[in-house]
């Protein structure tokens, strides 16, 4: 048994395309047949729908001119349904979970989900991977300064000390320096 060819599988996503959008609009469907606006009480009224000749609903839109593909310019219509639940997933992963406005912007060259704002983030808030990443960090209460640090005492009358390695340098060869650190813990 052979794989499918590309051309079946796009054939296959514009057929499930089609019966969602078909079984969600069917008023605007009926409407854009006849040659009809769409109602202005429907979900996708200000998207100016219009059917292509694949028979998919499309966004008019006014990028008619701009210098993008097809389908940037004319994205598919979605409903909110488990197929657009799906390209959003497959985008999360895609893009590596990324942040709500890249995982939009990635989804509207191609497609126009109806409430995809709200499905975007659901997709990210039920993601653990997501969840690791944007954990915030933990707090913890700082322990009280010392009673040397706090008190009014003249400066290096309180005093810490650091040292360092050995180092080198280019114009004295062969010779060491060394760093001795004075600290001052009274101001």
Known sequence: MNDLSYEELCEA????????QRAEYKAEYEALEKGELVSKSSSIYKLSPYIDNEGLL????????????????????????????????YQHNFLKHA???????????????VGARRLVKRVKRECITCQRLDARAGSQTMAPLPKLCVSQTPPFSVTGLDHGEPLYCCNFPGKKFYI???????S
Do not use: D
């Open 58 to 89: 499309r966004v008019q839109g006014r990028l008619q001119w701009a210098e993008l593909s097809f389908e940037e310019k004319h994205p598919l219509i979605l409903p909110k349904s488990h197929l657009a639940l799906l390209f959003v997933r």
């Open 13 to 20: 996503k514009s057929t499930l395309i089609e019966c969602i």
């Open 99 to 113: 942040g709500v406005g890249l995982m939009l912007t990635s989804i509207r060259n191609q497609y126009w989900i």
């Open 180 to 186: 001795l650190l004075f600290t001052c813990a009274a």
